[in-house]
């Protein structure tokens, strides 16, 4: 048996629902209530987010907030039934993985209760087995890039992360290159980088969408949540494909990357998506 693990935001929907934005300016807004100058907020967020990799994970350690409040203020007030649509072709891609064959999870940095409402907005939900998240309500809790995390994903799964064989069987895909990296890095099977190309329009759409808080955040420093979100974003040359397997602009062009988790190709009815190169 295969496990493939999905990741949820800014990759099983596009970033061009300016959803990051959203957040960014929400955690901000959050350094800033509890005391900090705009500055600050930003250098803070920065920071953690290239420490730890998600800023909740300072905010407890440092500022000993509540996750579940920070959860309440930031995840949950995202208006994501007005920016999310359901993608027929998305679900059509997950429907047509061999479930005979392979484990379908999700694998998110989010606590679990975002990940249940974007995946049900997207009407995925069900074809999803379950969830790997971040357990707020945890004090110890382990996040995207850390090896602990793939671990605990590994056993929730059923599968053993120490066995070398078992590493091999997981398939993963993400947005975010360094949480892509980390998966090659322990021994997992498969790890692809999902780096979106948007169209013009989009890109003119996310960057102009309000904010100047989107303009700053875009040109802060490397490294940095903004600046993963900007390579992200951006068409590149594919230069930075080093410690993984693949690199895709499109969730379609996994029908290429992983023909053995997929049902006969043949009688796929989506196969006319071909994706432009990355
Ligand atoms: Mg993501």
Redesign the pocket.
């Known amino acids: 048996m295969l496990a493939v693990f999905f ?5 099983l929907y596009s970033a061009s629902s300016s959803i990051s934005q959203l957040m960014m300016k929400r955690i901000r807004t959050y350094f800033i209530e509890l005391g900090h100058t705009e500055e600050e907020a930003e250098r803070l967020h920065s920071a953690y987010y290239r420490q730890y990799g998600l800023a909740i994970r300072g905010l407890v350690k440092h500022h000993e907030i509540d996750p579940m409040d920070f959860n309440e203020r930031c995840d949950a007030s995202l208006p994501l039934e007005d920016l999310l649509k359901p993608d027929p072709a998305i679900r059509q891609l997950l429907m047509d993985i061999d479930r005979s064959k392979v484990k379908v999870w999700a694998a ?2 989010a606590y679990i209760s975002h990940a249940e409402r974007v995946l049900k907005i997207l009407n995925l939900r069900d074809l999803i087995e379950d969830i790997v998240f971040c357990d707020y309500q945890d004090p110890a809790f382990t996040c995207k890039p850390e090896p602990e995390y793939y671990e605990m994903a590994m056993t929730k799964i059923g599968l053993s992360p120490d066995d070398p064989a078992d590493r091999a069987k997981c398939f993963f895909i ?3 290159l360094s ?1 892509v990296r980390a998966a090659k890095t322990i021994g997992w099977g498969s790890c692809v980088w999902f780096r979106e190309q948007l169209s013009p329009e989009a890109r003119a759409h996310l960057v102009s969408g309000d904010e100047a808080a989107t303009q700053s955040a875009l040109r802060a420093p490397s490294g940095s949540y903004a600046e993963q979100l900007k390579q992200s974003l951006e068409a590149g040359d594919g230069a930075e494909t080093e410690g993984v397997d693949a690199v895709i602009s499109n969730l379609h062009q996994l029908r290429n990357i992983w023909p053995q988790i997929f049902k006969d190709p043949s009688n796929s009815n989506t196969t006319e998506r071909e994706p432009k190169e990355g």
């Open positions: 990741d949820i935001d800014n990759c998110t940095n993400d947005d975010s949480n």
